[in-house]
């Protein structure tokens, strides 16, 4: 029994050491999205938010497509052989942009981002906790509950301020 456990220990490790090399490329992920709301107000001002929404991801597209062409053969989707309900994120993600092109202008950017925070966390630890969409389940603890709390907290601190 305390074998297979240093064995999974073991497995563990690199799965471990690339989630630290990953993080702060998520971080600057996230600050990345800071901006994008930033640009996409003024850009939602000025040539209609659908359109704004409409160009960010058609330049998102195009860089794809030239990843796509120079990252070498790669095995194409099959999309008709996928369950529908994992093609449900090219649905949320314009949905997403379009929400904040129009909330940013008018509660901010820091609002925005703190309420986009608290509803990703929110969604995030449901979905870890019941194992949902396939993935690995993480049943919520007490310290989950007090960093969803605390982002709460934010949430209101920030409106209020």
């Known amino acids: 029994m305390q074998t297979s456990s240093l064995e999974a220990a073991a497995q563990a490790r690199p799965k471990n050491r690339l989630g630290l090399l990953l993080l702060p490329l998520v971080i600057l992920a996230g600050m990345g999205l800071s901006v994008e709301a930033g640009l996409l107000g003024p850009l939602g001002a000025q040539v209609g938010h659908l359109w704004a929404t409409l160009s960010i991801f058609a330049v998102g597209t195009a860089i794809l497509l030239l990843l796509l062409l120079f990252s070498g053969p790669q095995k194409g989707p099959a999309l008709n052989e996928l369950p529908r309900w994992q093609l449900i994120g090219g649905f949320l993600g314009p949905m997403y942009v379009v929400v904040l092109t129009l909330a940013t202008p008018h509660i ?44 709460v907290i934010a949430l209101v601190l920030i409106a209020r301020g």
Not at 117 to 133: A, M, N, P, Y
Request: charged content about 15%.
């Open 108 to 151: 901010g950017i820091a609002m925005t981002m703190i309420a986009i925070l608290c509803g990703q966390v929110g969604k995030s630890v449901l979905i870890d906790h019941f194992g949902w969409f396939g993935t690995a389940r993480k049943r919520v603890n007490g310290e989950r509950w007090v960093a969803l709390l605390l982002i």
